[in-house]
């Protein structure tokens, strides 16, 4: 395919198209090619019919389709380099087999020549953590993500499948979202990887009220009791940059986005925790909730167990 390298984008303009990109859930180099597709698309007759609402919704659904590859070699999952381009046939071919279908099919799913089943959103979402619901509709964000709250945290730590999985609990180091818990799961016999978040309900940090280190110390001891069985490792995330915000990330970059050695670091908070010691003046006034958690053993019942 042909490559174009444009010098010189005035500053406001260049804004203007990354605050588009975002809007449209798109990659920069994906939203300046549809625009351009659109802008020099060959004019129509005009006795020509309008589209479909099937052809309207075929095409939308083949967009998602592309940026969500654009994403997936950006966020290093297809391509192992992390680079800015465009997925192209290579990956499309070697997508497909994953997706148990054929490169041709696929193409047409992309190019909007064919309709996407709620059977192949599934794979989609099964194979790269994608959100079928956004697939098939736009609506939500394209990468799943399982929301905790103060509960629930059995159904994401112990699934009802009993497959075998390792954990990855990411701490948020520093800035405006700091100490916000990233949990990924992986299951060890298909790499693949769900994303799950702990919100508002407690924060890894110093400065909480009650409530916050109730729902804490719950936590903490439901990962004691009940999964001292799972292979679990803490690290540090350090946002990329300062003013990075959460939310505008959260959804929008697939899973292994989060394991990038260049933005986080092995940690041993949780370690600390369970034995007792203060990772950060974290209990500074609730050293009775530290005490609790250090002397309840490993797989043992707790009195605030969640589920």
């Not at 309709?115 to 959100?131: I, P, R, V, W």
């Not at 009802?160 to 979202?177: C, M, N, S, V």
């Not at 818990?181 to 407690?202: K, P």
Request: hydrophobic share 35%.
């Amino acid at each position: 395919m042909a490559k174009i390298q444009a010098r010189n984008v005035d500053d406001a303009l260049y804004q203007r198209i990354e605050a588009s990109a975002m809007r449209h859930e798109r990659s920069l180099e994906g939203e300046i090619r549809i625009a351009l597709r659109e802008y020099y698309a060959p004019k129509e007759a005009d006795d020509a019919p309008p589209c479909s609402l099937r052809e309207q919704w075929q095409q939308q659904t083949g967009h998602r389709l592309q940026w969500l590859f654009d994403r997936l070699i950006a966020d290093g999952y297809l391509d192992k380099w992390k680079r800015e381009r465009p997925a192209g046939i290579a990956d499309f071919v070697r997508a497909s087999q994953q997706l148990h279908t054929s490169p041709g099919q696929l193409m047409d799913l992309i190019e909007g020549r064919r309709e996407m089943t709620h059977g192949m959103a599934d794979e989609l979402a099964k194979q790269f953590s994608a959100n079928s619901d956004w697939l098939l509709t736009g609506e939500a964000s394209p990468f799943s993500v399982t929301r905790m709250g103060s509960s629930g945290y059995s159904e994401f730590f112990l699934p009802a499948d009993k497959g075998e999985y390792t954990f990855e609990l990411l701490r948020i180091k520093q800035g405006r979202h700091e100490g916000t818990l990233i949990i990924l799961r992986t299951r060890t016999d298909t790499g693949q990887t769900a994303f799950g978040i702990v919100t508002e309900a407690f924060y890894l940090r110093s400065g909480m009220g009650g409530g916050g280190h109730a729902h804490l110390k719950a936590f903490l001891l439901f990962l004691k009791t009940k999964c001292a069985h799972l292979p679990m490792n803490t690290f540090d995330f350090t946002p990329p940059e300062p003013d990075f915000d959460f939310w505008s990330v959260i959804g929008h970059h697939h899973p292994v986005w989060f394991q990038d050695a260049d933005l986080r670091s092995t940690a041993r908070w949780l370690q600390q925790v369970f034995n007792g010691d203060d990772p950060g003046d974290w209990f500074e006034g609730w050293s009775s909730d530290l005490n609790d958690i250090a002397g309840t053993p490993f797989g043992g019942s707790a009195e605030h167990d969640v589920e």
